[in-house]
Protein backbone atom coordinates (compact mmCIF):
# COMPACT_ATOMS: atom_id res chain seq x y z
CA UNK A 1 0.00 0.00 0.00
CA UNK A 2 0.96 2.99 -1.11
CA UNK A 3 0.68 6.77 0.93
CA UNK A 4 1.10 10.47 0.66
CA UNK A 5 1.99 11.15 4.21
CA UNK A 6 5.77 12.38 3.19
CA UNK A 7 4.18 14.74 0.51
CA UNK A 8 1.80 16.12 2.76
CA UNK A 9 3.96 16.29 5.42
CA UNK A 10 6.25 18.72 3.26
CA UNK A 11 2.54 20.81 2.43
CA UNK A 12 2.11 21.02 5.94
CA UNK A 13 5.83 21.78 7.11
CA UNK A 14 5.62 19.07 9.71
CA UNK A 15 8.48 17.35 10.58
CA UNK A 16 8.29 13.16 11.24
CA UNK A 17 8.85 13.87 15.02
CA UNK A 18 6.35 16.80 14.83
CA UNK A 19 3.43 14.03 13.06
CA UNK A 20 4.68 11.07 14.90
CA UNK A 21 3.80 13.15 18.45
CA UNK A 22 0.49 14.60 17.08
CA UNK A 23 -0.78 10.83 15.87
CA UNK A 24 0.83 9.31 18.88
CA UNK A 25 3.10 7.35 17.92
CA UNK A 26 7.29 6.76 17.37
CA UNK A 27 8.98 8.78 14.56
CA UNK A 28 10.51 5.42 13.36
CA UNK A 29 6.36 4.24 12.98
CA UNK A 30 6.23 7.12 10.52
CA UNK A 31 9.73 6.36 8.60
CA UNK A 32 8.54 3.32 8.09
CA UNK A 33 4.75 4.39 7.18
CA UNK A 34 6.32 6.52 4.54
CA UNK A 35 8.86 3.67 3.15
CA UNK A 36 5.68 1.47 2.36
CA UNK A 37 7.41 -0.68 5.20
CA UNK A 38 5.06 -0.77 7.58
CA UNK A 39 0.74 -1.03 6.99
CA UNK A 40 -0.86 1.08 9.69
CA UNK A 41 -4.13 0.42 11.88
CA UNK A 42 -6.98 1.50 10.44
CA UNK A 43 -7.40 3.96 13.74
CA UNK A 44 -3.80 5.26 12.60
CA UNK A 45 -4.57 5.86 9.51
CA UNK A 46 -7.66 7.82 10.07
CA UNK A 47 -5.39 10.13 13.03
CA UNK A 48 -3.08 10.58 9.81
CA UNK A 49 -5.81 11.32 7.68
CA UNK A 50 -7.52 13.46 10.02
CA UNK A 51 -4.50 15.65 10.59
CA UNK A 52 -4.16 16.53 6.66
CA UNK A 53 -8.16 17.09 7.05
CA UNK A 54 -8.24 14.26 4.47
CA UNK A 55 -10.01 11.06 3.97
CA UNK A 56 -8.28 7.58 4.60
CA UNK A 57 -8.26 7.02 0.91
CA UNK A 58 -7.24 10.33 -0.37
CA UNK A 59 -3.95 9.30 2.30
CA UNK A 60 -3.56 5.61 1.57
CA UNK A 61 -3.89 4.53 -1.97
CA UNK A 62 -5.28 0.43 -2.43
CA UNK A 63 -4.07 -0.84 -5.23
CA UNK A 64 -5.98 -3.88 -6.67
CA UNK A 65 -3.48 -6.68 -6.28
CA UNK A 66 -3.57 -5.79 -2.28
CA UNK B 1 -0.12 -3.10 37.16
CA UNK B 2 0.97 0.53 37.88
CA UNK B 3 4.41 1.73 37.87
CA UNK B 4 4.65 2.00 41.30
CA UNK B 5 3.33 -1.52 41.85
CA UNK B 6 6.04 -2.56 39.19
CA UNK B 7 8.87 -0.51 41.10
CA UNK B 8 7.57 -2.60 44.16
CA UNK B 9 7.89 -5.63 42.26
CA UNK B 10 11.19 -4.84 40.81
CA UNK B 11 12.47 -4.01 44.63
CA UNK B 12 11.45 -6.83 45.95
CA UNK B 13 12.88 -9.40 42.80
CA UNK B 14 16.05 -7.50 43.03
CA UNK B 15 16.44 -8.04 46.93
CA UNK B 16 15.74 -11.40 46.52
CA UNK B 17 18.47 -11.56 44.01
CA UNK B 18 21.00 -10.28 45.93
CA UNK B 19 20.34 -12.49 49.03
CA UNK B 20 20.91 -15.53 47.18
CA UNK B 21 24.03 -14.43 45.49
CA UNK B 22 25.22 -13.45 49.23
CA UNK B 23 23.88 -16.37 50.48
CA UNK B 24 26.11 -18.16 47.30
CA UNK B 25 28.81 -16.70 48.27
CA UNK B 26 28.71 -17.94 52.24
CA UNK B 27 28.61 -21.24 50.81
CA UNK B 28 25.21 -21.75 52.04
CA UNK B 29 24.10 -22.44 48.47
CA UNK B 30 25.64 -23.80 45.45
CA UNK B 31 26.35 -22.13 42.21
CA UNK B 32 22.87 -22.89 40.83
CA UNK B 33 21.51 -20.80 43.39
CA UNK B 34 23.98 -17.38 43.51
CA UNK B 35 23.99 -17.77 39.74
CA UNK B 36 19.55 -17.65 39.26
CA UNK B 37 20.54 -14.65 42.00
CA UNK B 38 23.13 -12.79 39.98
CA UNK B 39 20.68 -12.76 36.97
CA UNK B 40 17.25 -11.55 38.89
CA UNK B 41 19.52 -8.95 40.64
CA UNK B 42 20.56 -7.87 37.06
CA UNK B 43 17.50 -7.61 35.64
CA UNK B 44 15.54 -6.20 38.55
CA UNK B 45 18.57 -3.62 39.04
CA UNK B 46 18.12 -2.69 35.24
CA UNK B 47 13.98 -1.75 35.65
CA UNK B 48 14.92 0.12 38.72
CA UNK B 49 17.05 2.02 37.26
CA UNK B 50 14.41 2.78 34.14
CA UNK B 51 11.72 3.13 36.97
CA UNK B 52 13.50 6.01 38.75
CA UNK B 53 14.65 7.47 35.09
CA UNK B 54 11.29 7.36 34.60
CA UNK B 55 9.76 9.71 37.68
CA UNK B 56 12.58 12.09 37.28
CA UNK B 57 13.14 12.13 33.19
CA UNK B 58 10.00 13.79 31.86
CA UNK B 59 11.47 13.24 28.20
CA UNK B 60 12.48 9.95 28.96
CA UNK B 61 8.98 8.90 30.54
CA UNK B 62 7.21 10.53 27.24
CA UNK B 63 9.48 8.58 24.87
CA UNK B 64 8.90 5.11 27.28
CA UNK B 65 4.99 5.73 26.82
CA UNK B 66 5.38 6.26 23.36
CA UNK B 67 7.48 3.20 22.90
CA UNK B 68 5.18 1.26 24.87
CA UNK B 69 2.10 2.34 23.13
CA UNK B 70 2.75 2.70 19.59
CA UNK B 71 1.41 0.39 17.45
CA UNK B 72 4.46 -0.39 15.12
CA UNK B 73 6.45 -1.23 18.44
CA UNK B 74 3.46 -3.80 19.47
CA UNK B 75 3.61 -5.10 16.04
CA UNK B 76 6.88 -5.94 15.86
CA UNK B 77 7.03 -7.66 19.53
CA UNK B 78 4.44 -9.80 18.62
CA UNK B 79 6.03 -11.02 15.65
CA UNK B 80 9.34 -11.52 17.27
CA UNK B 81 7.12 -13.40 19.83
CA UNK B 82 5.56 -15.48 17.01
CA UNK B 83 8.85 -16.38 15.45
CA UNK B 84 10.58 -17.08 18.58
CA UNK B 85 8.06 -19.52 19.21
CA UNK B 86 7.69 -21.14 15.97
CA UNK B 87 11.73 -21.53 15.85
CA UNK B 88 11.57 -23.13 19.36
CA UNK B 89 8.84 -25.64 18.60
CA UNK B 90 10.98 -26.61 15.55
CA UNK B 91 14.42 -26.92 17.43
CA UNK B 92 12.90 -28.63 20.27
CA UNK B 93 11.08 -31.26 18.04
CA UNK B 94 14.38 -31.98 16.12
CA UNK B 95 16.25 -31.97 19.38
CA UNK B 96 14.31 -34.71 20.87
CA UNK B 97 14.27 -36.99 17.17
CA UNK B 98 18.14 -36.74 17.27
CA UNK B 99 18.44 -36.87 21.25
CA UNK B 100 16.67 -40.28 20.31
CA UNK B 101 18.63 -41.31 17.83
CA UNK B 102 21.56 -41.41 20.10
CA UNK B 103 20.11 -43.06 22.70
CA UNK B 104 19.16 -40.22 25.22
CA UNK B 105 15.89 -41.63 25.61
CA UNK B 106 14.77 -40.01 29.03
CA UNK B 107 15.86 -36.44 27.33
CA UNK B 108 14.30 -36.92 23.94
CA UNK B 109 11.08 -37.72 25.43
CA UNK B 110 11.11 -34.79 27.98
CA UNK B 111 11.78 -32.59 25.54
CA UNK B 112 8.64 -34.51 22.94
CA UNK B 113 6.18 -33.35 25.96
CA UNK B 114 7.28 -30.13 26.02
CA UNK B 115 6.57 -29.80 22.29
CA UNK B 116 3.26 -30.96 22.78
CA UNK B 117 2.31 -29.09 26.04
CA UNK B 118 3.37 -25.84 23.68
CA UNK B 119 1.10 -27.04 20.71
CA UNK B 120 -1.21 -27.99 23.05
CA UNK B 121 -1.11 -24.39 24.37
CA UNK B 122 -1.25 -23.19 21.15
CA UNK B 123 -4.49 -24.47 20.63
CA UNK B 124 -5.93 -23.71 23.26
CA UNK B 125 -5.06 -20.21 23.13
CA UNK B 126 -6.12 -19.64 19.81
CA UNK B 127 -9.66 -21.43 20.68
CA UNK B 128 -9.91 -18.98 23.62
CA UNK B 129 -8.87 -15.90 21.52
CA UNK B 130 -11.07 -16.96 18.67
CA UNK B 131 -14.15 -16.76 20.89
CA UNK B 132 -13.06 -13.29 22.21
CA UNK B 133 -12.66 -12.43 18.52
Known amino acids: ?66 | MTQSQKTLWYAVLFAVGVVLVVLGILEYLGPYWSGLGGTLAGVAGIRLIQAWRYHNDPAYAKKLDTAHTDERNVFVANKAADLTFRVSVLVLAVLSVVLRALGHTDTASTLAIVVGAQTLGYFVSYLALSRKY
Open chain 1, 1 to 66: MNNRIAELRDDHQLTQQMLADEVGVSRQTIISLERGKYNPSILLAHKIAARFGLSIEDVFLFEEDE
